[in-house]
């Protein structure tokens, strides 16, 4: 039963990345039959083979520990809490990848886009929002697409909001994650409202037309429309699932006006 149940899961995540048997075998140097044994539960795959379809089927770390227990192995990736003592450094260190960043924002998310560190960039763009939102834990998707969060503020928001939910569709293929699933059928039901005129008559646009990298995030703060540009890091082989979840997201301003206002606010 126990090899049958890794079977069926290997040939799942092979068919999600659209990956013909022949062509696993070859990357994976083994043999078409071998593979269709084991998705078809008639052989059971080494630990080494489980692994190994894994990594060329790009399963996730969290995955790849269900792999392995399907099929009778103990998980070799740990699961370490990131307050765990063990974790120190690692806090540390995005502690202080954050604080460099400033004044521009920075944030740390999970896989399900729970805040767990943020710097005073993120903090000067929530200033307003209301208690609830801001009640722990944070969630990066809830805050900024609520009714009530920075949604109403986002110039572009249909825009952002259409490249948000798409960025988690992505994932959501990926991973299989069922809380991410959850929480993006929670944002997507989120009303949107049109802004009346396209902007506040009150907020300073800028001068002349910005020839944007990408999709800039416009939003405004205090009578100033801020425009940034936005970039997600992950940890390269990570051996822990707590690592290979977290994202480090950077808001770089998108024109020299929003880099001025961010430095004369922290001088």
């Known amino acids: 039963m126990t090899t049958a149940k890794v079977g069926t899961l290997l040939r799942g995540?092979?068919?999600?990345?659209?990956?013909?048997?022949?062509?696993?075998?070859?990357?994976?140097?083994?043999?078409?039959?071998?593979?269709?044994?084991?998705?078809n539960g008639?052989?059971?795959p080494s630990e080494e083979m489980v692994l190994r379809l894994a990594d060329h089927l790009d399963v996730p770390v969290r995955d790849r520990n269900a792999l392995l227990l399907a099929a009778g192995y103990a998980p070799r990736y740990p699961h370490t809490p990131l307050d765990d003592p063990s974790m120190g450094v690692l806090r540390e260190g995005l502690e202080r990848l954050l604080t460099g960043y400033e004044p521009y924002p920075a944030l740390v998310v999970d896989g399900t886009y729970t805040v767990v560190a943020a710097n005073r960039g993120i903090a000067m763009l929530m200033e307003g929002?209301?208690?609830?939102?801001?009640?722990?834990?944070?969630?990066?998707?809830?805050?900024?697409?609520?009714?009530?969060?920075?949604?109403?503020r986002i110039h572009n928001l249909r825009e952002w909001r259409g490249h948000l939910l798409d960025q988690m569709e992505r994932q959501i293929a990926l991973s299989?994650?069922?809380?991410?699933?959850?929480?993006?059928?929670?944002?997507?039901?989120?009303?949107?409202?049109?802004?009346?005129?396209?902007?506040?008559?009150?907020?300073?646009?800028?001068e002349e037309?910005?020839?944007?990298?990408?999709?800039?995030?416009?939003?405004?703060?205090?009578g100033h429309l801020l425009s940034f540009v936005s970039s997600i890091s992950t940890f390269n082989t990570p051996m822990d699932v707590t690592v290979a979840e977290l994202a480090v997201e950077t808001l770089l301003p998108a024109d020299p006006a929003t880099a001025k206002y961010l430095h004369s606010l922290s001088s």
């Open 209 to 222: 037309a910005i020839p944007y990298i990408a999709l800039p995030l416009r939003i405004e703060h205090d």
């Open 129 to 152: 929002m209301p208690g609830h939102l801001l009640a722990p834990p944070l969630n990066s998707m809830r805050l900024t697409l609520h009714p009530e969060g920075l949604a109403p």
């Open 13 to 39: 995540w092979r068919e999600r990345r659209g990956i013909s048997q022949l062509e696993l075998a070859g990357r994976a140097d083994s043999s078409s039959r071998h593979i269709s044994f084991v998705e």
């Open 176 to 206: 299989r994650s069922e809380p991410l699933r959850a929480l993006y059928e929670e944002v997507a039901a989120y009303p949107v409202a049109d802004r009346p005129g396209g902007h506040d008559p009150g907020t300073t646009e800028p």
């Open 42 to 44: 008639r052989s059971r």
